[in-house]
């Protein structure tokens, strides 16, 4: 398993000796620019409480550079390299040749960096034994950079082990235009990928150098302190390439054969290894180095109508949010989705009679390493021989909430509601659907919040498209009497049964406890997934919509309930410009009739994150 990656790090080494033949072997690290002098004297403070060799220069067009050095070239290049990965400076720092520098401000009373007169620094290792102190007397005098990091001696050790790398010279902008002219067609939409990835960029992936690309290409120089000639040298794509690839550092991209699942792609085996077979799965579970990271190859059998099923079915996991682009072609689809704790991306082709595909699933906010490995996976992947067994799933189908051992996405809670007129508007409780990504009907039938009144505690929804309910409420514009016999129809078992169930109690007052017009108080055992159901009397009128349980902090008996009145309830769909359907009396109806009549007009009311 091959794997390309180009480090900023190896542009920063190559260019070494390169940068030192211009400048009298004279080169510096430059690690940051400020737009702005007062900000760069601030960072320069910063830097100076830890590390030695601090420099500020002008870089002109008002910004200003913050320096290390001077330096010998392998010095540089190494001290570079054991900073970078000790934490101690950005990474995307750079050698920089003393030319490239104009007047230097900091310290207070320094040159001219072409004329320093310092000597540059020698290479010594950060941090000796005393044997190697004695090795490396002859060189004690010269200027030296130290720290009591042995982390950072560490990591300079390595960098030392490393093997010489090619120079990269300093060039011109003649010189950067000719080795342009050089490039492939493929390397061309490579540095265009580049300077879109920075966000510098956001034109055709052509390979065409126009004025969009020469406006990008100067732009990233401006923000990296290079100098803005809208031309890359060979160093600054070097440089371009490296922080681009440098996302992937430490995640392994690799590629993965899985004959069992006929599927071939590059993955973060750093971060993800073969868990297990769930057909039509293969799962790549995480190390924990990356929370919530996860890979799975998608493969079975099927046609055009598997395809269509599929693509329903892993819209109800978990690992794939409601959120995000999604499109079924006739060969295959494609889903992208995104919520606050994961951001998940799918993409499935059918071919000669084979679906296969693959899902990665990556914490929320990581963008440009989701985009970087979504990106690579979807160049990678190609179908090899074999396809997984449908037989072969370990769960016994026994538990409702899970597909192939992955769990099904549950909304974050699920209340009553019930229909008001025939085209599916529904009343429901206001607290059951604030802060929703999404709102469904029985779990099924997407809806929208039409109108809420947090006082009265009540809300409006409409169906997407249009329903046709089995029942619609009538509304009772009078109260039964006191202590007559109610019943609330609601989900107290969180939608796992598909009808409502009524729960039976009496109407003991026709106010709230603080004396609230617009409330009564039941007497009747309800869960939180009764809220938002209607309260039926005997003849299977509403009497009012059943309030979550809220006592203000009071402990109150566990059969204290209150519901907001069928009176309120009118006046407040008249304000939404919904008559509903009335009726004044008492009538009464057969217990099985009233059971029915309270399931035709209820429907959950299901709120996903």
């Known amino acids: 398993m091959l794997r390309t990656i180009l480090f900023a790090g190896t542009a920063a080494l190559m260019l070494a000796q390169g940068a030192a033949a211009q400048q009298g072997d004279v080169v510096y690290i430059q690690i940051e620019a400020q737009p702005s002098l007062t900000e760069a004297e601030a960072r320069l403070r910063d830097y100076s409480a830890g590390l030695q060799n601090v420099n500020g220069f002008s870089l002109g067009g008002g910004w200003y550079g913050i320096a290390l050095g001077p330096f010998d070239p392998q010095v540089a290049a190494d001290r570079l390299r054991a900073l970078r990965a000790a934490g101690q400076i950005p990474r995307d720092s750079y050698l920089a040749a003393a030319g490239e ?7 207070v009373g320094a040159g001219v960096a072409q004329n320093a007169t310092q000597p540059p620094v020698s290479a010594e290792p ?16 010269q200027t030296q950079e130290t720290t009591s990091s042995s982390e950072l001696a560490a990591a300079l050790a390595e960098v030392e082990a490393e093997p010489a790398k090619p120079e990269i010279p300093y060039e011109t902008v003649s010189q950067a235009r000719r080795g342009e002219q050089s490039l492939s067609a493929a390397e061309r939409r490579q540095l265009q990928v580049a300077l879109q990835w920075s966000g510098h960029y956001d034109s055709a992936i052509d390979g065409a150098f126009g004025a969009g690309t020469r406006n990008a290409m100067g732009a990233w120089q401006r923000d990296n302190g290079y100098e803005v000639t809208g031309i890359l040298t060979t160093r600054q794509r070097a440089d371009l390439l490296g922080q681009y690839n440098a996302v992937l550092d430490g995640l392994g991209m690799s590629e993965v054969s899985d004959a069992e699942a006929g599927v071939a792609v590059s993955m973060p085996t750093e971060l993800v290894s073969f868990d297990r077979y769930e057909a039509p799965f293969a799962i790549y579970s995480g190390n924990g180095e990356v929370e919530n990271a996860q890979v799975l190859l998608i493969s079975q059998p099927g046609d055009r109508k598997t395809l269509g099923g599929l693509y329903e079915i892993l819209q109800t996991l978990e690992i794939v949010p409601l959120d995000g682009p999604r499109s079924l072609r006739r060969d295959g ?20 009679g084979e679906i296969k595909g693959w899902t990665l699933v990556w914490p929320a906010g990581d963008d440009a390493r989701f985009e970087r490995v979504a990106g690579a996976m979807s160049a990678s992947f190609r179908p090899i021989p074999g396809v997984l067994n449908p037989a072969e799933v370990s769960d016994n189908g026994q538990t ?8 099904i996405r549950t909304p974050r809670a699920t209340v009553a509601g019930f229909f008001v007129d025939g085209r599916g508007t529904v009343l429901t409780t ?45 509304l009772r514009t009078d109260l039964p009497r006191l202590n007559s016999e109610v019943a609330v129809a609601g989900f107290p078992y969180g939608g796992v049964l598909s009808t409502a169930t009524l729960s039976f109690g009496a109407l003991q007052d026709s106010k709230g406890l603080a004396g609230e017009e617009t409330l009564a108080r039941l007497a009747v055992d309800v869960t939180p997934g009764d809220a938002g159901g209607p309260v039926l009397d005997a003849g299977g009128a509403v009497v009012g919509l059943l309030m979550p349980r809220d006592a203000g902090g009071k402990q109150l008996p566990e059969d ?5 009145d069928a009176a309120a309830l009118i006046e407040f769909l008249r304000g939404a410009g919904i008559s509903g359907t009335t009726m004044q009396g008492e009538s009464a109806l057969a217990p099985e009739d009233l059971t029915t009549a309270a399931r035709d007009m209820t429907v959950a009311v299901n709120c996903w994150e």
């Not at 520098?101 to 310290?107: A, I, L």
């Not at 689809?333 to 000669?352: H, K, M, W, Y």
């Open 101 to 107: 520098y104009g007047r230097q401000f900091w310290p």
């Open 126 to 141: 950060l941090e000796q034994t005393p044997t190697e102190e004695a090795a490396a007397a002859p060189q004690a005098e």
């Open 333 to 352: 689809f494609s889903i992208t989705g995104e919520n606050s704790r994961i951001a998940s991306r799918t993409e499935v082709t059918l071919q000669g």
């Open 400 to 407: 409702l909430d899970l597909v192939s051992g992955l769990p």
């Open 430 to 474: 206001a607290e059951a659907v604030q802060n929703c990504s999404r709102l469904t009907l029985d779990g099924s039938y997407d809806a929208e919040l039409l109108q809420s009144d947090a006082a009265l505690g009540v809300a409006l929804l409409r169906p997407s498209a249009a329903l046709a309910p089995r029942g619609v409420a009538r």
């Open 560 to 564: 204290v309930a209150f519901a907001t």
